[in-house]
T-cell receptor
């Protein structure tokens, strides 16, 4: 059982380049999230999705875009990368079922450096 | 004032010590409280999950919620070097989108 899979694990981008961080989950979860984690700063929500075709902004959405065409996939797009986007990015999913199970399952993270 | 406050530490304790990790929050609508553990270079994983006030125990771990004080705690008994990690509290309300709000995380180091 793979859970939440993120690719790539590491990436170095030049300023102004674009890239897509991939996230796939095989648990049939409705909710999916993208967070960024800077040292000592906890997790900040970038975007989230409550189901296929539905996305919404989180706390820090500027410079990012997402799409959710299937239940399984939730890619994060960085356009015109900036040094401020250097961070560790985590994708997560949760079932949000009728028993109020909101446990978030996280991927292993993508370490992105923008130079 | 942030919605969830958590001291980032680091907190360094000897093996066998009782550890107390804490978070305060300002949103009185929060009803669901969680503790996640994150090892270095890994994603967080759920450790404890509690609803409303009270205590919940799981092995060496006890989660405590005091809604009147807007204060939650995680106690670790007989701490082990393998408990060395960052502990993040998270919480959300019973209405709306149920998106959890995370604390900054507290770095715990248990030395032999």
């Amino acid at each position: 059982n793979a859970g939440v899979t993120q690719t790539p694990k590491f990436r170095i981008l030049k300023i102004g380049q674009s890239m897509t961080l991939q996230c796939t989950q095989d648990m049939n979860h409705n909710y999916m999230y993208w967070y960024r984690q800077d040292p000592g700063m906890g997790l900040k929500l970038i975007y989230y999705s409550v189901g296929a075709g539905i996305t919404d902004k989180g706390e820090v959405p500027n410079g990012y875009n997402v799409s959710r065409s299937t239940t399984e996939d939730f890619p994060l797009r960085l356009e015109l990368a900036a040094p401020s986007q250097t961070s560790v990015y985590f994708c997560a999913s949760s079932p949000r079922d009728r028993l109020m199970n909101t446990e978030a399952f996280f991927g292993q993270g993508t370490r992105l450096t923008v130079v | 004032q942030k919605e969830v406050e958590q001291d980032p530490g680091p907190l360094s304790v000897p093996e066998g010590a009782i550890v107390s990790l804490n978070c305060t929050y300002s949103n009185s609508a929060f009803q669901y409280f969680m503790w996640y553990r994150q090892y270095s270079r890994k994603g967080p994983e759920l450790l404890m999950y509690t609803y409303s006030s009270g205590n919940k125990e799981d092995g060496r771990f006890t989660a405590q919620v005091d809604k009147s004080s807007k204060y939650i705690s995680l106690f670790i008994r007989d701490s082990q070097p393998s408990d060395s990690a960052t502990y993040l509290c998270a919480m959300h309300s019973s209405g709306g989108s149920y998106i959890p709000t995370f604390g900054r995380g507290t770095s715990l180091i248990v030395h032999p």
